[in-house]
């Protein structure tokens, strides 16, 4: 199965231990974050994407190493990479 490499920029969420005067929480913003992988899935509520795959030459079934999964709504875009 061929899979795409795609980049996806995206706003996380975050949390921090700090203990900031109330004013300060009007600086706050969310991280915009980038990642880089092979799409698996996206629909309406998400986007899966992995960073590498395994072939299984014993079952013939591909495994994937390690994944993202991102809310659909958090994503800013997805660029389509040519590798």
């Known amino acids: 199965m061929e899979l795409k ?7 996380d969420a975050w949390s921090d231990e700090a ?3 109330l004013d ?3 600086d ?3 991280l915009e974050s ?6 698996l899935k996206g629909d309406d509520e998400k986007v899966i994407i ?3 795959t395994i072939n299984n030459l ?5 495994f994937m190493d390690g994944f993202v ?7 800013k875009e997805i660029k389509v990479l040519n590798v």
């Open 5 to 11: 490499k795609v980049e996806i920029t995206w706003l």
């Open 50 to 52: 992995t960073q590498g």
């Open 34 to 39: 980038h990642n880089v992988g092979y799409l």
């Open 69 to 75: 999964v991102i809310p659909r709504g958090m994503i």
């Open 28 to 30: 706050v913003n969310l």
């Open 19 to 21: 203990r900031l005067e």
């Open 58 to 62: 014993f079952h013939g079934k591909m």
């Open 24 to 26: 300060a929480a009007n």
